[in-house]
């Protein structure tokens, strides 16, 4: 198992570093990859072909709730509970329905650095690249992401893109979509007298 | 003596006048209007700024009227995921706004139709009418059907005046000032992509998109046909269309069919891809997949 995560976590490195800097570095195809790393560096590639624009891709910050950010505002003097229990006195809003049988907050919020997310392996990850995180039971659709394929993008076709993290779309707590109201149907045809 | 039967002769009078009135008739035709690109550039500007200014006081706002070649070495291609699209219409009438689309009489490019699970894509009992409180509807799939831009369009073929034809970029496109409305087109379109100004289009004050292309989403008058052109006025300036941008669930993909590193060809080589009616040799260039 370990160094099935090791090897997973390798691939996704040079992608993650791509797409943090991709808004403020230009970023070109390494020399030599092949196959799945190619495949992970996916968003940041270059395009082929003379005179094309270089890609960049831009993140926005992720979606915290108002005043909720950062979280050692009030948890860096409270001591660590590491126990699984149902929280009362904060975060009782919360709706935890991702895998709630399984997981736990601390599964993903980091124990000692509160203001990060850790992996399964222990490695903290910021927020805004909190798609390292997900990716990590979601593997193929973190790879569409990166291609450009899963979820929302705007800007230019053959330029600068905005992508959005996971958690712009997905509420990571529940990440299900939630039922939108339809915009009106259109008008049947009609006949002049009927 | 000539022997009976034999044709009278053409005269040298008669033959006169009918080369000389066949002379006419093709100065005279060649002195009339022209497609665009026919024309040359100064009278192609000449007759942007001339729609510039009609449009300008018309709507009580400055509009702008492009005329954007094709991008060499660019071939527009479409994909929409069947398994995200939640079948919410936010695509329709970013469309409508986008695209300057009249609002009464009502004409919508995008047609989500509604279909059922057990069923599959079935065009006969699909919906296109749905109206429930909130979408997705359970035992329901949406597949929304705008110009699906044929390689082998059966619409251009058809057009009497040639007001309709591909660009090299791929997108099937109509000159408004050539397009006489006889319907031919939309009887051709197996798709029910085309759509026909019955009315004087209405657009409210203020929701006209003043950027606007000669070939696209410009003002229309009553009596031509419309359809979808990928937002040629955005796509063919890099940009994502309008139905792209506004998805709320990123079910709609776009972009260069002829870059082997685009998300299209992504989709194509990775995904379980359709097209609609495949078997009518159409070749669309918008394709449907399964994202899951």
């Known amino acids: ?194 | 003596m000539e022997p009976e039967g034999r044709p009278q002769r053409v005269t040298r009078r008669t033959f006169a006048s009918c080369a000389a009135a066949a002379a006419a008739g093709w100065v005279l035709t060649a002195c009339g209007p022209k497609r665009l690109y026919e024309v040359p550039r100064a009278r192609l500007k000449k007759a942007l700024a001339d729609l510039e200014r009609r449009y300008s006081e018309q709507y009580g706002t400055p509009v702008t009227v492009a005329d954007t070649p094709p991008i060499p070495g660019v071939e527009f291609a479409y994909a929409l995921d069947i398994s995200r699209c939640i079948g919410c219409r936010r695509c329709v009438y970013g469309c409508v706004e986008e695209n300057n689309q009249s609002r009464d009489p009502q004409v919508h490019w995008i047609r989500v139709l509604a279909m059922d699970k057990e069923k599959g894509i079935d065009f006969t009992h699909a919906d296109p009418y749905y109206e429930p409180k909130e979408v997705p509807q359970d035992g329901h799939f949406y597949v929304p059907v705008q110009c699906q831009q044929c390689r082998n369009a059966p619409c251009t073929k058809v057009c009497p005046t040639g007001a309709t034809w591909t660009e090299r970029d791929g997108i099937v496109v109509i000159d408004y000032d050539w397009c006489i409305g006889c319907r031919y087109c939309m009887a051709a379109c197996p798709y029910g992509a085309r759509h026909f100004n019955w009315g004087e289009p209405t657009i409210p004050k203020g929701a006209l998109n003043t950027s606007t292309h000669y070939l696209g989403n410009r003002p229309r008058p009553k009596g031509v046909v419309e359809k979808c052109t990928f937002c040629i006025q955005r796509a063919r300036a890099g940009r994502y269309p309008a139905c792209v941008e506004v998805c709320p669930v990123g079910a709609r993909k776009f972009g260069n069919l002829l870059d082997p590193d685009s998300e299209i060809r992504y989709v194509i080589e990775h995904k379980r891809v359709l097209v609609l009616k495949q078997d009518l040799n159409t070749m669309p260039k918008f394709f449907y997949f399964y994202g899951t």
Request: with cysteine; charged share 20%.
């Open chain 1, 1 to 194: 198992m370990k160094p099935a995560i090791g090897l997973a976590l390798a691939l996704m490195a040079p992608a993650a570093g791509l797409l943090a800097h991709a808004s403020r570095a230009q970023t070109g195809l390494p020399p030599g990859n092949a196959g799945q790393s190619a495949q992970a560096t996916g968003p940041a590639r270059t395009a082929p072909g003379s005179g094309a624009p270089q890609e960049r891709v831009e993140v926005p910050p992720p979606p915290f709730s108002d005043g909720i950010f950062p979280c050692s505002g009030c948890h860096a003097g409270l001591p660590v509970n590491p126990t699984r229990r149902e929280l009362t006195d904060m975060h009782a809003d919360i709706v935890f329905t991702h895998d709630a049988q399984h997981r736990w907050c601390l599964d993903c919020h980091d124990a000692t650095d509160r203001d990060s997310l850790h992996l399964a392996g222990g490695d903290r990850v910021p927020f805004d690249e909190s798609y390292r995180l997900c990716g990590q039971c979601h593997g193929e659709k973190l790879r569409d992401w990166q291609a450009g394929v899963h979820g929302r993008r705007t800007g230019d076709w053959n330029g600068h893109k905005k992508y959005l993290l996971c958690a712009h779309c997905h509420n990571p707590h529940q990440p299900r979509f939630r039922a939108l109201q339809p915009n009106p149907a259109p008008k049947p045809p009609t006949r002049p007298g009927a």
